[in-house]
């Protein structure tokens, strides 16, 4: 083993890039570094960007002109960018910002390793191909340490859906699944280390093909191995929500009652404009479905407002919508424009109107998200702790529904499972007491 390197890494956007920018710290950990949270004593510097929504690519140019100074004070200093932004700028980042050493795209991690060593033979290294084989596979193991309860497992990368705003199946490529027994052996790994609760990521987590019983027989696997006790799964398309997996959401006690499920407009003029290839009124049927398999599930989404071609009749179609369905949680977005997608080409709704939607919608969204907490009052839950509040005495975990909860107690560790009683709904969280 070399000696001893320092690595930063910055992660932006989505919890891929949380189980990503993981994944590459263990990857070059056999390279001699770790992992330190500051880039001020760092040897390596890698942005781990996003390029889901506005101006991200200059975000990252602007992130890294400060490194100049540190790399000028340690010319050994190697900067990195990885993810969505590496993958769609490409050679462009090097010759835009001379700091650059290195660009990966998110299907190259496992090449890291030879990436960094041709860094420190004075190279520039780029690769942002899509290679055939696990990226995944070919990383190293993860080191035996504890780990957090809760964790991530990514099991479905890539989408072939093509919504017309989105540049996801641009940065991140095709849909691939990872075989379940890779899956399966990785989530046994993790709770070997200490982790209850699993949450498998993909862009379109079900559309999932890895074990012949698509994703609903992967949880079923998965909620077969002993110490796992909770698992959750994220983004879905409507469209691939099978009977298989909303039977499994009333059937799989581990499987927990929370769904995001984003449908991104109430018009159906605009949910065609936006390809998206169903319509509000088969959401709302869906949601009904769902809801009679598991009654209690907290049902999240995300919306973009001022979509090219968006008129006010077509926001109020989508105010209707989130009435109808009731919310617990939601996120909302002003469109952007992403260079290369299709809706980037047509004539934009102005800002202003742009503006006013997004407050109209989120002023509705918030409401709803309350009503729905508020009702947990006087409710008893289950909550996994995650970490020590900032009072004394205090710990935060989360529900079955994904509630932040805090509890004062001081019997209760990080990692423990426990019953509590909700007694009071604040704006973003739930206070508890232990039963
Ligand atoms: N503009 C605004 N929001 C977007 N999203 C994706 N692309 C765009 C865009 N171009 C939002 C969608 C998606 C979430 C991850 O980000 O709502 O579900
Ligand atoms: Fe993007 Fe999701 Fe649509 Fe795929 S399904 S193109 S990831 S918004």
Redesign the pocket.
């Known amino acids: 083993m070399s000696e001893t390197r320092k690595l930063f890494i910055k992660t932006y956007g989505c919890q891929m890039n949380v189980y990503d920018s993981e994944r590459m710290a263990e990857a070059l950990g056999g390279q001699g570094y770790v992992e330190t949270d500051t880039p001020d004593d760092a040897d390596m510097i890698v942005l781990n960007t996003c390029h889901i929504r506005e101006k991200a690519a200059e975000k990252v140019y602007s992130e890294l002109g400060r490194f100049r100074e540190l790399k000028a004070a340690k010319p050994g200093l190697k900067i990195g960018v990885a993810g969505c932004v590496a993958q769609a700028e490409g050679e462009e980042i090097m010759r835009r910002q001379p700091l650059v050493d290195l660009v990966v795209g998110p299907q190259s991690y496992h090449k890291l390793p030879q990436l960094e060593a041709r860094t420190r033979a004075g190279e520039k290294a780029l690769d942002t191909d899509f290679p055939e084989e696990d990226k995944f596979d070919h990383l190293a193991a993860r080191p035996k340490a504890r780990r957090a309860p809760a964790a991530f497992l990514t099991v479905q990368e890539g989408?072939?859906?093509?919504?017309a705003?989105?540049?996801?199946?641009y940065t991140?490529g095709a849909e691939v699944s990872r075989p379940a027994e890779r899956v399966m052996s990785e989530a046994r790994d993790l709770v070997e280390r200490g982790v209850r609760e699993i949450t498998l990521l993909g862009?379109?987590v079900n559309a999932y093909h890895g074990h012949d019983g698509g994703l609903a027989g992967l949880i079923r696997d998965l909620a077969g191995i002993d110490g796992l006790e909770r698992i959750r799964f994220t983004?879905s398309?409507p469209n691939d929500m099978d009977d298989a997996l909303i039977a499994a959401h009333g059937e799989v006690e581990k499987l927990m009652p929370y769904l995001h499920l984003?449908v991104?407009s109430g018009s159906d003029k605009v949910l065609k404009a936006?390809?998206?290839k169903h319509d509000a009124e088969s959401y709302l049927r869906l949601i009904e479905r769902i809801r009679a398999a598991r009654p209690d599930i907290l049902i999240s989404g995300?919306f973009i407002v001022g979509f090219p071609g968006e008129t006010e009749e077509d926001f109020r179609a989508t105010m209707d919508l989130v009435s109808a369905v009731e919310y617990g949680q939601c996120y909302s977005f002003k469109y952007s424009p992403r260079p290369g997608t299709p809706a980037a080409e047509r004539s934009h709704v102005d800002e202003a109107t742009k503006d006013e939607r997004l407050q109209r919608l989120q002023a509705l969204l918030r409401s709803q998200q309350r009503v729905v907490q508020d009702r947990m009052v006087g409710q008893e839950v289950n909550v996994l702790f995650e970490r020590a509040g900032r009072a004394a005495g205090q710990m935060v975990g989360k529900s079955d529904h994904l509630h932040s909860v805090f509890v004062e107690a001081e019997d209760v560790a990080i990692g423990d499972l426990r019953r509590v009683r909700i007694v009071e709904s604040a704006a973003n969280s739930l206070r508890a007491e232990l039963v």
Not at 159 to 163: A, N
Not at 165 to 169: K, T
């Open positions: 989408c072939d859906k093509f919504c705003f989105c540049v996801v199946p991140r862009q379109n983004t398309h984003p991104q936006m390809n998206r995300d």
